[in-house]
């Protein structure tokens, strides 16, 4: 790993490190990364090896590191997917984005430390070894199918990637598990879907949840497989394999073990399953449990809401999934505080168009055409999933561009509506 910077007045710099020093190894131990860097550094006599230029040497020191160095490594490079899922979205990007948003990850590392989904196709006995030594768990697998064949077909692989022995080595060494399949209409519904989830629940409790979600079509598929979407019809009949599945696990395992993502009840107009039916939320990143979740925080936050403001009006914008539950859920209350008046704007993507209607995926351009021309009010409150850690939407605006094209002020929330609204709110409230 070389060192891109020195932390002043830190260990690395009384030790005598520099920029662009290497650090080869701790106590004979190869390091590759910051996993390993937290791994290997927790002794507490330490022996570093580094190179400067053509030189090597060894810096010894008592005493440990507790983890702080002080110095910042040159970010370590991911590993990239070779696989060709016939439902990958990165595929389905339009043209002219940045290039972060085509590539395609496939790295266990990445998968332990942020909870990416991997597929293991990539994954060698050595890698599948360092997870266990390292005990880099819990793991997030990409499944989509038990049944080798129908894997291929959907990972675009040729070969056996022998993902059932994988899951096996770490099920044996005690490595937790979380397992999705993306659900592909005409492909592995039905007959294989019940194959896949009964064949992953003899790995139970080392895989520990199994994940359903709706394959994501976007217009941007002119050169690629065509995919069946799901819609209300099938997303009724997975909310009913769902209940009787689980009900099944239930009994066997004691765990539901199969959980569905937000999107089916939403495109079905089906009422969401309480709190307890998704036990500790461990698929919540994964849309699995994400409504309720906002729901049970909002019903927290009632209690600490003012009565009454100076008048304001603010809009809220949402995706067309989305919105419903906001109009019944949120909005009602939040129009009871006097003073405050509420729209709430489900915004069309537009962008990607196709069946896409999570706000997740909503874009600076699209919320700019649709809520010009409106009375906006003090505030326009965004869904706090559409940007990324450095305040960009998928197409690159962000919410000084937007705050700018709508002429008011422009709102992430980052925690909750009321941490968000604060502010705005807190002015002659009583």
């Known amino acids: 790993m070389k060192i891109l910077r020195i932390e002043k007045g830190g260990l690395a710099e009384e030790i005598g490190l520099q ?55 040159v970010p370590m490079q991911y590993r990239c997917c070779g696989n060709n899922c016939v439902f990958c979205f990165v595929d389905q990007n339009p043209t002219g984005l940045r290039p972060s948003l085509y590539f395609k990850d496939e790295d266990y590392r990445l998968s332990f430390l ?25 793991i997030y697998i990409s499944v989509h199918a038990a049944d080798s064949e129908l894997r291929k077909k959907l990972l675009g692989i040729k070969g056996n990637d022998r993902l059932l022995q994988k899951i096996t080595f770490l099920a044996e060494h005690r490595i937790e598990m979380h397992a999705q399949i993306v659900l592909c209409p005409g492909l592995n519904d039905g007959e294989h879907l019940d194959y896949t989830v009964d064949t992953l629940a003899q790995f139970h409790p080392w895989i520990k949840t199994v994940a359903v979600v709706p ?45 569905i993502a937000d999107e089916f009840y939403l495109l079905a107009k089906a009422l969401l399953p309480d709190a307890d039916r998704y036990e500790d939320f461990a698929q919540i990143e994964n849309g699995v449990g994400l409504t309720r ?3 049970l925080r909002f019903e927290e936050e009632k ?28 909005k009602p ?32 351009q699209d919320i700019a055409a649709q809520l010009n021309g409106r009375f906006l009010g003090h505030a326009v409150f965004l869904p706090p ?20 094209e709508l002429g008011t002020v422009v709102i992430k929330p980052e925690t909750g509506f009321l941490e968000a609204f604060t502010e705005l709110l807190g002015q002659g409230s009583d």
């Not at 330490?46 to 490594?73: H, K, M, S, T, W």
């Not at 293991?120 to 890698?127: D, F, G, I, M, P």
């Not at 009994?251 to 073990?257: G, V």
């Not at 999933?385 to 700018?404: A, Q, R, V």
Request: proline share 2%; net charge negative.
């Open 385 to 404: 999933n559409c940007l990324n850690h450095d305040g960009l939407f998928l197409d690159d605006w962000n919410l000084e561009k937007l705050s700018e």
């Open 333 to 364: 209350f939040l129009q009871s505080i006097r003073g405050l008046d509420v729209e709430i704007v489900a915004v069309r993507n537009d962008f990607y168009g196709g069946n896409v209607g999570v706000s997740g995926l909503l874009v600076g």
């Open 19 to 73: 920029e662009n020093d290497d650090l080869l190894s701790i106590n004979g131990h190869a390091i590759h990364d910051p996993i390993d860097f937290q791994f290997w550094a927790n002794d507490e006599d330490l022996v570093l090896l580094i190179r400067r230029g053509a030189e090597e040497f060894e810096i010894e020191f008592e005493g440990g590191l507790d983890g702080e160095l002080g110095v910042e490594f």
């Open 215 to 259: 394959v994501g079509l976007t217009k941007h598929r002119q050169s690629l497989s065509k995919l069946i979407p799901v819609d209300a019809e099938m997303a009724a009949k997975i909310i009913a394999w769902s209940d009787l599945r689980s009900s099944e696990f239930l009994r066997s395992l004691n765990s539901h073990f199969v959980f």
């Open 303 to 330: 209690q600490s809401w003012p009565a009454s403001i100076h008048a304001k009006k603010i809009t809220v914008v949402t995706g067309r999934m989305a919105e419903p539950v906001l109009r019944k859920e949120v």
């Open 293 to 295: 979740d906002f729901l």
């Open 114 to 138: 942020y909870g990416n989904y991997v597929t293991l196709t990539n994954v060698s006995q050595k890698n599948l070894q360092r997870i266990v030594d390292q005990r880099l768990s819990p």
